[in-house]
């Protein structure tokens, strides 16, 4: 299925975070090298907005997203959808608004779980 252009907030005011469980930071990076990530979620990365990411099998949930955001605003309202499950891996994506609506429906268990967009301040 062809992946659609999610929209881009020209402003660059907001960030997007999924999380995930992988085997090692180099799977991680293979699957959003691979191009598994954008088919996956249903959208196109476009340079230079180009995702970050996090590996950390020993952090907790809130150290791993803290690594990758630092505005005490974002990481408090990303700490509060944090599920139970566990996880190891997290990818940032700014300045863009991920609508999950948007998403192919998935077939099989998806590897990374839509935890939100925030705006940045």
Do not use: C
């Not at 299925?1 to 997007?16: A, F, H, N, W």
């Not at 803290?66 to 944090?82: F, G, H, I, N, Y």
Request: aromatic share 12%; no cysteine; hydrophobic share 35%.
């Amino acid at each position: 299925m062809p992946t659609k252009k999610q929209p881009l907030t020209p402003d660059g005011r907001y960030v997007s975070f999924w999380i995930g469980r992988f085997p090692s930071e180099d799977a991680l990076e293979a699957f959003i090298n691979s191009g598994s990530f954008e088919t996956e979620q249903g959208f196109r990365i476009e340079p230079p907005l180009l995702p970050f990411h996090a590996y950390d099998n020993t952090a907790t949930p809130s150290q791993l997203l803290a690594k990758l955001m630092r505005e005490p605003s974002v990481l408090k309202a990303a700490t509060k959808q944090l599920p139970d499950q566990p996880f190891n891996s997290l990818i940032r994506h700014e300045g863009f608004r991920y609508d999950p609506a948007e998403a192919p429906r998935a077939k099989k268990k998806r590897r990374m779980t839509f935890l939100g967009t925030f705006r940045l301040r």
